[in-house]
């Protein structure tokens, strides 16, 4: 029944002696609800549509798809730099060129959630893909989430695996949701409770000889971080010209980290999932991925180096 037929019923049921009584106002529609949506896992298609091998050549994204990507890497400026990384976690090298070799694909999601876009971590190789990739976001009840999977060989040569278009009222009406064949998906599994508090406050100390030092921070995809940094970081024994804080010195080298080249040499960096972040002495961001967080220093050689970051880790 509509609004207007709504009105109307009330003030023939309750119209009597002259007087009419006015129909109560219609209920407020349901709030948006704060939710943390876990990615959970996935069945794909031996092969493409065709029969070919899903990394059978290079394929050129459609354009909408690549404007996915762009809107989700223009979101996470703090990830300047870092493009032909992107899919690689730093504790974990050689991933992707092992995912371009191997034959089978290299699922990762793109969930889209309004004007916001999420991306899980890449699962090199796998038919049968298992991410377990939390996200927090906020459903309404005439939302919609969209849903694409795509084999990825980098962010300019991928296919698209299947997508779908999920009411959010399907995914708040139950923890698990099992989604049926989209494309060569034959099945999606998600899981969708409310988001629990996550605010967090932590100190740790990055040398500068420590390679990636955890952070004891685990980061959601979709959480505000904030990371200040003091101290001073030396890159070749006691040459003083050679020290700086956080920011790096300013001249760039030949040992920086990959992704980082154009930084400033022995600046504060960090990683979480697949992604690399430039941190230097402060750095607000929303979290890309989801994972613990690690800090390192931009040199790739840190046999010489001294000194330490003193860092404060706040999530909200």
């Known amino acids: 029944m509509t609004k207007r037929m709504h009105r109307l019923a009330w003030l023939i049921l309750c119209s009597c002696g002259g007087k009419v009584i006015a129909p109560p106002p219609p209920p ?5 609800q704060k939710v943390l949506l876990t990615v959970v896992s996935a069945s794909v298609d031996g092969r493409r549509s065709d029969g070919t091998a899903w990394d059978d050549g290079d394929t050129i994204p459609p354009p909408h798809v690549r404007g996915v990507i762009d809107r989700w890497q223009a979101a996470h400026p703090e990830l300047d730099g870092t493009d032909a990384t992107i899919g690689e976690p730093v504790d974990v090298p050689g991933v992707l060129a092992a995912a371009r070799k191997s034959p089978g694909p290299d699922p990762l999601v793109l969930v889209e959630v309004g004007n916001v876009v999420y991306r899980t971590t890449i699962a090199p190789g796998q038919f049968q893909p298992v991410w377990k990739f939390p996200l927090l976001t906020t459903l309404g009840p005439d939302d ?35 989604l049926p064949r989209f494309g060569n998906v034959q099945r999606l599994m998600l899981e969708v409770v409310p988001a629990p508090p996550t605010a967090t406050s932590r100190r740790v100390v990055v040398g500068g000889r420590d390679g990636w030092v955890q952070s004891g921070v685990t980061l959601t995809a979709g959480q505000t971080v904030t990371i200040r940094a003091a101290g001073e970081v030396c890159t070749k024994g006691s040459d003083r010209t050679r ?19 154009k930084k400033g040499h022995g600046a504060l960096l960090g990683a979480v999932g697949d992604v690399r972040l430039f941190v230097g002495r402060e750095r607000r961001f929303v979290a890309a991925s989801s994972g613990p967080l690690l800090l390192g220093v931009n040199d790739g050689d840190q046999d010489n180096n001294s000194g330490a970051y003193e860092v404060a880790i706040d999530t909200e």
């Open 144 to 178: 919609a989430v969209q849903l694409t999977v795509i084999d990825w060989d980098g962010p300019e040569t991928f296919d698209i695996i299947g997508y779908t278009l999920v009411p959010a009222k399907t995914l708040l009406a139950s923890r698990s949701i099992e």
């Open 28 to 32: 407020p529609p349901p709030a948006p």
């Open 243 to 261: 020290c700086s804080g956080p920011e790096g010195q300013p001249r760039v080298s030949d040992a920086n980290i990959p992704g980082f080249e």
